[in-house]
């Protein structure tokens, strides 16, 4: 491996001043992304998807960490910074110029890929509730590790009874293990943001039977699209949910968020059985 230059040298001479339409704060610290890179276990010859590399601080981290990485930046002032990067890794990179948003990462690997990333703020939780949303469990991605403002990464590993708990949440562990895998305080971004991040590591776990993911979502949507109201209130709109509700012992009187996965996935079976 070609001894790398400093990041912030990269990015004077390619001109990658940050641009806020793209979300971009970069991240400089070496130490630092070896760290986050070190979080979904070995990846020494693992699959990793990273959504927005930018100049390529966390593609060199995965890289270093013996990763075969495909990265999607939407940014095409950063692709000469990356080919400098998939120079120095002969066949370890690949960079795939375009959005996101309408790459379906299946048709990119064959195999089980961990998605690794420093996501843009302003598609980071469409990108995130896509990547959980499939009909078809486990999924084809092994392990997610995910950059958030930290008020985002809170609501997606929160517990019922808090102000975070919400659909997020729901989503996130009703059929994953979710946690909180680092802090990232605002000074370690070049430019900083107004906020704190946090890395979320997410897991397939296994699926509860007989649960359809649209009638979760719906029955979600209805409970917290009106969280202050009782549920009596809440999800009458849902064709048998209340009666679901009493058949299995749950108060109407109480509010969406009182109720636990196990009971939000208990009431969303009822739904779904034919
Ligand atoms: N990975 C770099 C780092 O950690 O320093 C950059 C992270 S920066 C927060 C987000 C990156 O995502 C930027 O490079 C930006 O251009 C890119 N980006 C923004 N929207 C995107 C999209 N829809 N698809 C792909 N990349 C996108």
């Known amino acids: 491996m070609t001894a790398l230059p400093p990041l912030r040298e990269v990015i004077a001479r390619h001109g990658l001043s940050a641009t806020k ?38 593609t ?77 469990w486990p999924p084809q991605w092994a392990s997610l590790t995910l950059m958030f403002q930290e008020e985002v990464a809170r609501r997606i590993v929160s517990e019922p009874d808090t102000s975070a708990y919400g659909r997020l949440a729901v989503l996130a562990q009703w059929r994953s293990k979710a946690k909180l895998a680092m802090k990232v305080h605002r000074s370690a971004f070049t430019p900083p943001p107004k906020v704190m991040s946090a890395i979320v590591h997410v897991e397939p776990a296994t699926a509860p039977a007989g649960v359809s993911m649209r009638m979760l979502e719906r029955l979600t949507e209805a409970a917290f699209g009106q969280r202050r109201k009782m549920l009596r209130q809440s999800v009458k709109g849902l064709p048998g949910a209340l009666l679901a509700l009493e058949t299995l012992g749950i108060d109407p009187q109480r509010r969406a968020e009182t109720l636990s996965i196990d009971e939000f996935v208990a009431v969303a079976r009822a739904l779904t059985a034919p």
Not at 29 to 36: A, G, P, S, T, Y
Not at 112 to 129: A, E, K, M
């Open 21 to 58: 339409a793209l979300g971009q704060n970069f991240l400089l610290d070496e130490q630092l992304l070896d760290r986050i890179a070190a979080i979904p276990g070995s990846l020494e010859g693992q699959d990793v998807l990273e959504v927005g590399p930018g100049p390529g601080g966390l």
């Open 60 to 136: 060199r981290a995965l890289l270093r960490a013996g990763a075969n990485v495909t990265a999607i930046e939407m940014d095409r002032r950063c692709l000469p910074a990356l080919a400098e990067l998939e120079a120095a890794f002969p066949g370890k990179l690949k960079v795939i110029e375009g959005d996101a948003l309408k790459i379906d990462p299946a048709t990119l690997f064959d195999g089980p890929y961990h998605i690794v990333s420093n996501l843009p703020y302003n598609v980071g939780t469409v990108l995130f509730t896509g990547w959980l949303s499939g009909e078809t």
